[in-house]
Structure formats: structure tokens, C-alpha cells
């Protein structure tokens, strides 16, 4: 498994953008990045994942480095709701199928 | 609405009693999985099945058992034999093909005392 390595807690003012940071050094040549969030006591909530290229969607944007060993999630204008903990997955393939290893991800903060 | 249902929210239950949790969907996925959850921590992966009838150990499995009779359940049981149950539980599904977005469920924190 590709392991990732995000910063345990970050903090950003409301209506900046919150540039969430990842590290996964090993991750093979077919392997996604997955990012997830969850809020307190709630399930977690997919947001974006992306291979090679950066991605873009209504939630935020994914820049993966050309060497694939790191990557950002960018939310352009956090809200106080953007308040959660993001995870950064490295997909795990698995002979009968496909799963998801979560860490314990990155504690976004989003001040007033 | 669509969507992964688990009931009930909270749950309390005795030492050396077996405890069953519900996770219904209806979204028509075929994938479903179980995670576990304990305060300031990611979720570890206690059971996952592909399809009908077929389900396998994830990283943490002993102490659970489950079952996949239909599509849409994959009821998880926490039985005696599980050291340390209080834990917060998530069930999730996904289609097997095409995607892999995983839809979870609200989750259930269990207590036992």
C-alpha cells in the first residue's frame, strides 16, 4: 500500500482558499488519490480523486505533482462548514476488488 | 430518497452480549464495507463484500462477523469475543465497477459497558 502522510491540523480564515497538503512518495503508477472529509460524527463524504492530471469539480481542486509523490487539495473559498477531517487515500487494489485505507487525516479548522 | 441507512444512531449494550448493527442501501450498489472508528483516529476496515453471498476480512476482522444475503444489507455483528467494542462504526457502499466512490452511512456509536 502506498502510504500518505498529511499534517495533523491546519487552520484557515473564511473565504480564503484552504491548501490541504499531502505526501505519498510510493504511490504506483496505477494507483488514484482519493480525497475524503468527514465532519464530526458524520460518515465521511467523497470530494475528489484524481490519477495523473489535475481535477476540478463544484467541491475543490486536486493538483498532483508531475512525480505523483505528492499532491493538494485546494478548497478556494472555505467556509465555517468546510470545518472537518480531510483524508488523503492512496487506492489499494485488492484481488477481489477495491478498498480504501483511511489515516487519520488532516483537522481543517476555518476561523470567522 | 436514496441512500445508506444505519440504525440505530446510539447503542448500549452489556459485556459478553452479542450486538447486531443494521446497514441497509438502497442505492443499488454491490460493494459494501464496514469500518471502525475510535476517537481521534481514521477508520479501519473490519469486513467488506463484492457481492451476494461473498464477503471478506479486512484489517481488523476478528471479534465481527457479517452476512450478505441480500444486495441491499451487510448487517454487522460485534460479538463477545471483541475486546474493546465501544467504537463509533461506519458502513459504506459503492458500485463495484466504474467508480470508486464510497457513499457512507451516518454510523452507529456503540457503547458497551
Known amino acids: 500500500d502506498a502510504k500518505t502522510t498529511q499534517p495533523p491540523s491546519m487552520d484557515c480564515a473564511e473565504g480564503r482558499a484552504a491548501n490541504l497538503p499531502c505526501n505519498h512518495s510510493t504511490i504506483s503508477g496505477n494507483e488514484y488519490v482519493y480525497w475524503y472529509r468527514q465532519i464530526h460524527s458524520q460518515g465521511p463524504q467523497y470530494i475528489i480523486h484524481?490519477?495523473?492530471n489535475n481535477e476540478t469539480n463544484e467541491m475543490a481542486s486536486l493538483i498532483i505533482t508531475e512525480d505523483r509523490k505528492s499532491s493538494t487539495l485546494i478548497l478556494p473559498h472555505a467556509t465555517l462548514r468546510d470545518t472537518a477531517v480531510y483524508y488523503c487515500?492512496?487506492?489499494?487494489?485488492?484481488?477481489?476488488?477495491?478498498?480504501?485505507?483511511f489515516g487519520e487525516g488532516t483537522q481543517l479548522t476555518v476561523n470567522p | 430518497d436514496g441512500g445508506i441507512t444505519q440504525s440505530p444512531k446510539y447503542l448500549f449494550r452489556k459485556e459478553g452480549q452479542n450486538v447486531t448493527l443494521s446497514c441497509e442501501q438502497n442505492l443499488n450498489h454491490d460493494a459494501m464495507y464496514w469500518y471502525r472508528q475510535d476517537p481521534g483516529q481514521g477508520l479501519r476496515l473490519i469486513y467488506y463484500?463484492?457481492?451476494?453471498?461473498?464477503?471478506q476480512k479486512g484489517d481488523i476482522a476478528e471479534g465481527y462477523s457479517v452476512s450478505r444475503e441480500k444486495k441491499e444489507s451487510f448487517p454487522l455483528t460485534v460479538t463477545s469475543a471483541q475486546k474493546n467494542p465501544t467504537a463509533f462504526y461506519l458502513c459504506?457502499?459503492?458500485?463495484?465497477?466504474?467508480?470508486?466512490?464510497?457513499?457512507f452511512g451516518p454510523g452507529t456509536r456503540l457503547t458497551v459497558t
Open positions: 487515500i492512496v487506492r489499494v487494489e485488492e484481488t477481489s476488488g477495491s478498498r480504501l485505507t
Open positions: 459504506a457502499s459503492r458500485l463495484a465497477r466504474g467508480s470508486y466512490e464510497q457513499y
Open positions: 484524481g490519477l495523473k
Open positions: 463484500s463484492q457481492i451476494v453471498n461473498d464477503f
